[in-house]
């Protein structure tokens, strides 16, 4: 791996441990949101939306801000270019938001959507023990990397080493949460 991407995994790394989540252990929260700057002067902030879900921003969601998970509720949210524009019943005034740039908003982990059967969510596989189509183990699932075309697992070896697997359908050929197994298929290249 890149110092490049070492350093983007440390960062990845250190977030996911502020929102309590650890690859062994289900997440008490999910983060679904980051507030940008106050816009305008009615008390309405900009919101970076880090959800899949974006319906789940709606008005009367009790969202949890910051390291303390002090809870806040949307009042309204409207769309604005990739993000929203929020209200918070908590805060009526620009003045009010000022210090809440950055601030990162959580839900309860309990509290996620279901996902359709062959579906799961990325906490959900990391940490789970990778192995070939054969039963040779291969090693752990450390981290998933977006890249341009489709998205790569990281596979911790026992010796330290990494290999790169392709989050595609070809290569990943079973999630079995209960077994705590992922099965790769090796096409030719993937492990020097």
């Known amino acids: 791996m890149t110092s490049r991407r070492r350093q983007a995994a440390a960062r990845r790394k250190q977030k ?34 880090m959800t899949d879900f974006p319906e789940r921003l709606a008005p009367g969601t009790i969202l949890l801000m910051g390291p303390d998970h002090q809870p806040v509720t949307i009042q309204n949210a409207r769309h604005h270019n990739r993000g929203l524009i929020v209200a918070f019943e908590e805060f009526k005034s620009r003045t009010d938001l000022d210090h809440l740039r950055n601030q ?3 839900v309860r982990a309990d509290d996620r959507p279901s996902l359709p059967e062959g579906e799961y969510y990325l906490h959900q596989i990391i940490g789970l023990q990778a192995i070939a189509e054969d039963g040779n183990p291969l090693g752990v699932v450390s981290e ?13 070896l026992a ?3 990494e290999i790169l697997i392709p989050d595609i359908e070809e290569v990943i050929v ?17 492990i020097p």
């Open 16 to 49: 996911n441990e502020k929102a309590g989540f650890s690859p062994m252990v289900e997440p008490a929260f999910l983060l679904v949101g980051i507030l940008r700057k106050p816009h305008g002067v009615k008390g309405e902030i900009l919101m970076s939306v």
């Open 104 to 106: 990162e908003l959580f």
């Open 144 to 156: 998933w990397i977006e890249t341009g075309a489709n998205g790569v697992f990281v596979i911790k």
């Open 159 to 161: 010796d330290g080493g």
């Open 174 to 190: 079973k999630i079995d949460l209960e077994v705590k197994q992922m099965t790769v298929h090796l096409i030719e290249g993937l």
